[in-house]
């Protein structure tokens, strides 16, 4: 029988981390004796700080030490995620952030203050929301073969609507637009709303948008998703086929969610963290919850999600250095 490559090497991360998980040190065991901090570098109201709120107040249920939620605007993310890479590593402040915050960032913003990658230790993943193609509901485009037949026929002149430079949501596109041999004309929105909004009205042709941003106007019949950026169906928006069904290989993203804590925070202490929050995600209660922002819960161990930051970072990269994208 063929040996899956890296399987024995994952097999053994995964057996260690559970092992650690299993026998705490006793400063773990004893781990949390003062409130937690769930740092979200954004606004109230997205799906990062309603998976924090979720979490965090199961957790204070389960360990009766409170979780508080303080939202650090700023610096497209960077003031709160820097605020967590100087906390002490004690286990009591954590990140919980959107992917491109840690795949996307250190690319395409100068001088950030921190490396991502290096500076924060992964702890899990935690929600996953989709993102999709989607066209007003009176658009010629029916499927993405549409799309990128009308765009080899005028490169770079259809429009495409996303929440801003440097968002997933533009590198999914020009993702596609690489992996297919097309070019389009980016038009930022000041967030995903704005976005979804000029798609609904037609003042934009496509838009590269969270299922989140597109699903009021789907529901209103304003909009249509043609096409799913992951590499499977999400169970969100389960009759949407994915760009590989539709002939556009390789593109594979989402804009998940994810918690970090500061480099230095005793790994057992992440795998306490790990363990409750993994078992908070699984409650019924809790993907009821999330469903109606139309998310899912995709708990990981801290070397899968290393795995995968790392991963969807080198692609990214040269997807900037390609496009020329700088958010400055």
């Not at 993943?125 to 009176?138: K, W």
């Not at 010629?140 to 495409?160: F, N």
């Not at 070019?183 to 909004?197: D, F, R, T, V």
């Not at 002939?247 to 594979?252: K, M, R």
Request: proline share 7%.
């Amino acid at each position: 029988m063929r040996q899956i490559p890296g399987l024995k090497s994952a097999v053994v991360a995964t057996a260690t981390f559970l092992s650690m998980a299993a026998v705490l040190p006793a400063a773990a065991q004893e781990w949390p004796v003062k409130p937690i901090r769930f740092i979200v570098p954004y606004s109230p109201g997205g799906i990062s700080d309603i998976a924090a709120r979720l979490v965090g107040a199961k957790l204070t249920e389960a360990w009766g030490q409170q979780v508080i939620v303080d939202n650090r605007t700023g610096g497209n993310g960077t003031i709160g995620t820097a605020a967590v890479v100087k906390s002490p590593p004690d286990g009591y402040t954590y990140v919980i952030a959107t992917v491109g915050d840690f795949t996307i960032s250190q690319h395409v913003i100068k001088n950030i203050p921190y490396d991502p990658l290096t500076d924060l230790m992964p702890v899990m993943s935690m929600t996953d929301t989709p993102c999709v193609l989607a066209v007003h509901a009176a658009s010629s485009y029916k499927t993405l073969a549409d799309v990128l037949a009308d765009a080899k026929k005028q490169p770079g002149k259809i429009s495409y609507a996303t929440p801003g430079v440097g968002a997933i949501n533009q590198l999914l596109m020009e993702w596609m637009a690489n992996v297919s041999g097309t070019s389009y004309s980016h038009i930022p929105y000041k967030g995903g709303a704005p976005a979804g909004a000029a798609v609904a009205a037609g003042d934009v042709p496509l838009g590269l948008l969270a299922v989140s941003s597109a699903m009021p106007h789907l529901k209103s019949g304003k909009v249509r998703m043609i096409a799913n950026t992951a590499a499977t169906r999400s169970p969100i928006v389960a009759d949407v086929p994915t760009m590989r069904e539709s002939g556009v290989a390789d593109v594979d993203g989402t804009n998940y969610t994810l918690m970090l804590a500061p480099k230095g925070t005793p790994e057992a202490i992440i795998a306490k963290m790990n363990a409750e929050a993994t078992k908070i995600l699984n409650m019924a209660d809790i993907k009821e919850k999330l469903a109606a922002g139309a998310a899912v819960s995709i708990p990981s161990t801290p070397v899968e999600l290393a795995a995968r930051l790392k991963r969807e970072s080198d692609a990214f990269k040269v997807i900037v250095e390609k496009a020329k994208i700088t958010a400055d």
